[in-house]
């Protein structure tokens, strides 16, 4: 099965006499669909010419971290964001070297570091580099860091010697490539992200809203994408740029996220409600802008339909994943919510005191039926990580022949 189509692959060059071959690797990776841009170290320049590159890859060659230019045009943290993985082929000895510790001295070192995506290394060098302790050490140190190695073969070698240290053929690396996607936690799955706040009218000029940013929900969807799945965000209105990959669609009530979340509910597989939906909104909203009198005046407010315990309710509906902001009694009140929603799963956070909503920062309690478990402290895109890794671990154990 072809996995590359549209998949946006990072090509990284080290310097080695095995650069030749990636120019073969770039051409084929582009007849299986994929966009592929090119980053050489300075080292790779002197074995093959950006220019090949360029014209191979039909996208300009990124050389250098403080290019001005190619800044400007795409940084190297949107590089990283844009990618869904960062295959470096030929990975010299002191490329991973400097991987293993974090070294972040020239684009492509500093890319990988910036990168939230699946890292894939098909490692170059001479045998007795690659046997050397000092890079097995590295080898060993890059694999518990979940990063994937593609051989390196064994056989005779440029510089005369024989033994392991060759590049693998381009056309096994674009299978093992291909097959790097079929692995993704959640491919091809479907997801519905509710985030944001909603905002109620009173009259034409004034609302009822609250604090949230966004920035958690849109950073599920962001983090679910990076998985494979097939993410519709249905936003209340922020200041976030929509994500990467993801389809956002924008809402201002209660009333239109709900008809939001229903119209695409249908074959949806885990639905994560983030946002926070006002609870009440105005009964009248007034034509015209109301004006001040010397009385005070009442609001009259009614509830919005909760789209969380409605998605919860269907018939064969998806997973469901709700979020509780609580200021006091935090594993009580969200217990009570995930059993008064039906819910799959609650993801709980304590709001007030600096805390919650429009911090970077952000702890989980995350608990279901019969667990939980606690994700401490930390800036909220890699808590969405965290959250979504549980969130498809449950997945699976509840819906064993989606198998993964
Ligand atoms: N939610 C929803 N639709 C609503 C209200 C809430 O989908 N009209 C979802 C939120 O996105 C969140 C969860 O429900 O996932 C929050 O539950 P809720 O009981 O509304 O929490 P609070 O508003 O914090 O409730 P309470 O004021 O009772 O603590």
Excluded at 241 to 246: G, K, M, T
């Amino acid at each position: 099965m072809n996995n590359l189509h549209h998949k946006r692959i990072v090509l990284g060059v080290t310097g080695g006499i095995a650069a030749y071959k990636s120019a073969d690797l770039v051409r084929r990776l582009r007849e299986q669909g994929a966009e592929v841009r090119v980053v050489m170290t300075r080292a790779a320049c002197e074995f093959i010419t950006p220019l090949t590159m360029q014209a191979l890859s039909g996208k300009p060659v990124h050389t250098e971290l403080l290019d001005h230019r190619a800044e400007a045009a795409m940084g190297h943290i949107e590089l990283a964001r844009w990618s869904d993985v960062i295959l470096v082929a030929p990975a010299s000895a002191n490329f991973m070297a400097k991987l293993a510790h974090g070294q972040a001295d020239d684009l492509l070192s500093t890319l990988c570091l910036a990168a939230a995506t699946p890292l894939l290394l098909a490692p170059a060098m001479n045998q007795r580099m690659w046997l050397n302790p000092a890079t097995q050490d590295n080898v060993a140190l890059l694999q518990r860091r979940a990063i994937t190695l593609f051989g390196p073969a064994e056989g005779d070698q440029a510089c005369g010697e024989t033994g392991p240290g060759r590049l693998l053929e381009p056309v096994e690396l674009v299978r093992h490539v291909n097959d790097s996607f079929e692995t993704q936690l959640l491919a091809a799955k479907k997801l519905l992200v509710t985030a944001g706040p909603t905002r109620e009218d009173i009259d034409p000029v004034r609302y009822i809203s609250n604090r949230s940013s966004g920035r958690m929900g849109y950073a599920v969807a962001r983090a679910a994408a990076e998985t494979g799945a097939d993410v519709i965000l249905v936003s209340g209105p922020t200041a976030l740029d929509p994500p990467e990959r993801v389809r956002r669609l924008d809402v201002i009530t209660a009333r239109d996220m709900r008809d939001a979340v229903m119209a695409n509910v249908a074959d949806t597989d885990i639905f994560i409600a983030a946002a926070a939906v006002a609870d009440y909104r105005c009964i009248q909203i007034g034509d015209q802008k109301i004006k001040k009198t010397n009385t005070g005046i009442t609001l009259a407010l009614e509830k919005t339909p909760d789209i969380l315990a409605e998605v919860a309710n269907l018939p064969d509906g998806p997973f469901t994943v709700g979020f509780a902001a609580e200021t006091e009694g935090l594993i009580e009140n969200a217990r009570s919510k995930l059993r008064s929603k039906k819910l799959d799963m609650i993801a709980a956070n304590q709001v007030g005191n600096g805390l919650g909503f429009e911090g970077d920062e952000n702890s989980l309690q995350v608990l279901w039926e019969d667990g939980g478990v606690v994700l401490e402290q930390a800036l909220k895109e890699k808590l969405a990580r965290q959250l979504i890794n549980v969130v498809a671990e449950r997945f699976y154990e509840k819906n064993p022949a989606q198998g993964h």
